[in-house]
């Protein structure tokens, strides 16, 4: 009885074989399939295909995804969740290993043929293959993204890849968890080919046939040398340990596991490598570092489903920038690169060619976009001056002007006018009343805040603010456009700072308290960075413009009252023209090749004599528990939703995302419950005995810690 492949029709869920004239195809799943992961079904289904091929004796086989968007987004992440015991995390590792390695036994040429996301198990299976070539498709890219996830590949990645491109090259994928377009793809040597979406099936085929073969990767001789000599991997240990220690601070475990999994395979070959990288994955799988990441990639996709029902009306969004300031001109750029027609208005056409320049200088440091591609964007931006004509197909308007609710609400009753009835206007302010602005415009329930954070093309985080009148369709809508444009949207409500800013204020107050108190500015900023915050909260303040903090401060101390009053240390510093790193001076001194604390600092504020740092847990205890207090006192007031799982979650992403939080302590309310409620209550009360009553808890905390009820919950406000 002649062997036969039983997988040969589409299954959603499994792998099916189509054969032409001796090449079989494997499709990873079937069209119908939104996302394919790599469930143990699917994978299953895989192994006894290979099992079934390997007695076929095929010409050539070929890998592919079921559609032109879609090869495979890697592992099931709802599975790595589930996982509690190392060694079942160890077992999944051995036998993905296993099954890839099937794929490189077959004894005939296979081919990868790629178009969309191959990322994480997809570019490991991938790799299995002897060649790879992917599609210029818009979706189509290519990397191992473990780390992201607070684990490392263990399907092979660590072992595979570096012999493939070199360990440099391959340790730039691996640790920083990057994914890469097509045609870096095809510079590294990840790729052979980079070809069109109609054609990649018929070159796969004539590749696999060997009637065509690309020309196999060569390594230039350094990398050569760097990969495969003993002293070459010294050198890059070196220099890779002290990039992750200035990068990570030692918080994320992945990353040195999956250096040292990398260097070991290289040295003792992969019958260590592989079983050391699927032990190094069971490990990393139940780590705390690992939960929290992983939670945090459940909150980002959540927040993706905000706009779901929103997408039908992107199709047809015509949008119009007030502003070409560095907001508005970062919110063009944005737009414009998700292919959407921008109309740009100023007063000035010297503030349209700054916008302009901004825009195209943001656009040529990426290094993927050819010249063609920077011309395409610039040309979907039209720039225009003086008096609002009759936008008629504008229908989607962001105002980024001046932060002044006087100007902004005479531009927006202009723009009313001028626009269609049904336009949604977003105001980007970040911190004045999105319902006070609706005032006096028609049909209040389209205007609502989209608030993005500086600078707009990096940050991932947008706050869509609710107004009193907003209704739920603008919502769903700017959080549908929010998506598109690769951010993560989080919908709060109309309040004083909003959700970011309310948070942060008590958390900056704070540093400005331990200024006073005559702590030192490094010793504080090094404290936080020590916590996991990209930079310390002194730093911060420089970074945003000390006019910027001196303005929502005064909008927070209007909102809340003498709880959110700072030391007035900013106001002092703004007096004398020191606005932070955008004028050379501010807490820090950026005049010089190294930014170093201002010398005029201490005089100039009237600060007490420098005071040993003692116990940086102290400084920490005060910055963290400034903003915790203030997270649940939003949690429990609705700020971000009703109290619960849902507002947690968005205060979560939020904090992660918009205050530079530490992703591997999954968030401030993660981080306030993996304290618990009594231990928080327990040093808010010491702190309100030491420092005021500024940290007198806030009764959520006082009602979860006697109830004995998780941060999740909710409580009864009295």
């Known amino acids: 009885m002649e062997p036969t492949i039983t997988n040969s029709s589409p299954v959603a869920g499994k792998v099916h074989v189509v054969e032409h004239d001796g090449v079989f195809t494997i499709f990873l799943g079937s069209e119908d399939e939104r996302v394919i992961t790599l469930t143990s079904v699917r994978v299953a289904s895989l192994k006894e295909t290979l099992q079934q091929l390997k007695e076929v004796k095929p010409k050539g086989v070929i890998v592919s995804g079921p559609r032109e968007d879609m090869f495979a987004a890697g592992a099931d992440i709802n599975a790595i969740q589930s996982i509690v015991d190392p060694v079942v995390g160890e077992e999944l590792g051995r036998e993905g290993q296993m099954i890839f390695q099937m794929i490189e036994d077959l004894p005939c040429t296979t081919v990868a ?28 890219q290519i990397g191992l993204p473990e780390t992201k996830l607070g684990i490392l590949p263990g399907w092979g990645g660590t072992q595979r890849l570096p012999r493939l491109i070199g360990i ?87 990353q040195p596991a999956a250096l040292n999994a990398v ?29 929290a990441l992983v939670n945090l990639f459940f909150l980002a996709e959540g927040a ?37 027609p921008v109309i740009l208005k100023d007063t000035s056409q010297e503030a349209l060619e700054h916008g302009k320049t901004h825009i195209k200088k943001g656009l ?17 931006v039209e720039c225009t001056t003086g008096e609002l004509p009759t936008f008629t197909k504008a229908n989607f308007v962001v105002e980024a002007i001046v932060e002044n609710m006087e100007v902004k609400k005479k531009v927006l009753s202009e723009l009313a006018g001028k626009i269609s009835p049904d336009a949604i206007i977003c105001s980007n302010t970040s911190s004045l009343s999105i319902s006070e602005l609706a005032e006096g415009i028609p049909n209040p329930g389209r205007v609502a805040g989209m608030h993005f954070f500086n600078p707009v093309e990096k940050m991932p985080l947008v706050e869509i603010i609710r107004g009193k009148h ?97 030391k007035n240390l900013v106001d002092k510093l703004v007096e004398k023209k020191m606005l932070g790193k955008k004028s050379g001076m501010g807490f820090y001194d950026y005049s010089g090749a190294e930014e170093l604390p201002n010398p005029q600092l201490r005089e100039l ?114």
């Open 113 to 140: 043929a790629i178009s969309g996301p191959c990322v994480g198990g997809g570019c490991e299976l991938s790799l299995a293959c002897d060649f790879r070539i992917i599609t210029d498709h818009p979706s189509s």
């Open 168 to 254: 440099q090259q391959a340790l730039g994928i691996i640790l920083p968890g990057k994914t890469l377009r097509p045609k870096q793809a095809k510079k590294v040597g990840l790729v052979h080919e980079v070809v069109s979406a109609d054609a990649i099936l018929d070159r796969a085929d004539a590749i696999a046939r060997k009637k065509a073969v690309p020309s196999p990767h060569q390594l230039p001789l350094l990398d050569r040398l760097l990969t495969f000599t003993s002293l070459g991997r010294y050198f890059v240990k070196q220099k890779s340990e002290a990039m992750l220690m200035k990068e990570t601070k030692g918080n994320y475990p992945a």
């Open 263 to 291: 260097l070991l395979g290289l040295k003792k070959g992969t019958k260590v490598g592989y079983p050391h990288e699927a032990a190094e994955l069971g490990r990393l799988l139940v780590t705390p570092e690992s939960r």
């Open 304 to 340: 993706k489903k905000l706009g779901k029902g929103g997408k039908d009306e992107l199709k047809t969004l015509h949008t119009f920038v007030v502003g070409a300031g560095v907001m508005g001109a970062g919110v063009a750029s944005v737009l414009a690169q998700k292919s959407f």
């Open 364 to 380: 040529t440091k990426k290094k993927y976009l050819s010249s063609e591609d920077v011309a395409s964007v610039l040309n979907r």
């Open 470 to 566: 907003t209704d739920d369709k603008t919502v769903v809508i700017i959080a549908a456009l929010t998506t598109k444009l690769g951010k993560f949207p989080i919908i709060v409500e109309d309040v004083p700072g909003f959700l970011v800013n309310r948070i942060l204020t008590p958390y900056l107050n704070e540093a400005g308290a331990l200024l006073t108190e005559g702590y030192d500015m490094l010793d504080i900023d090094r404290a936080a960075v020590k916590f996991g915050m990209p930079m310390g909260p002194v730093r911060l303040l420089d970074e945003v413009g000390l006019d910027v903090a001196k303005h929502v401060s005064k909008v927070m101390v209007d909102g809340y009252g003498e709880r959110m009053a700072s």
């Open 605 to 718: 504020l009237g600060l007490e004599k420098k005071r040993e740092v003692g116990d940086r847990q102290h400084i920490i205890d005060r910055l963290t528990l400034a903003l915790v207090n203030e997270g649940i006192r939003c949690l429990d007031e609705g700020v971000a939703g009703i109290p619960g799982k849902e507002a947690a979650a968005q205060i979560d992403l939020g904090t992660v995302m918009g205050t530079g939080f530490p992703p591997f302590r999954g968030g401030l309310i993660a981080f306030a419950q993996s304290l618990t409620p009594k231990t928080i209550l327990q040093k808010l009360k010491h702190l309100e005995k030491e420092c005021g009553e500024r940290f007198a808890p806030h009764s959520g905390i006082v009602q979860r810690a006697e109830q004995n009820k998780s941060f999740y919950e909710a409580v009864q406000q009295h």
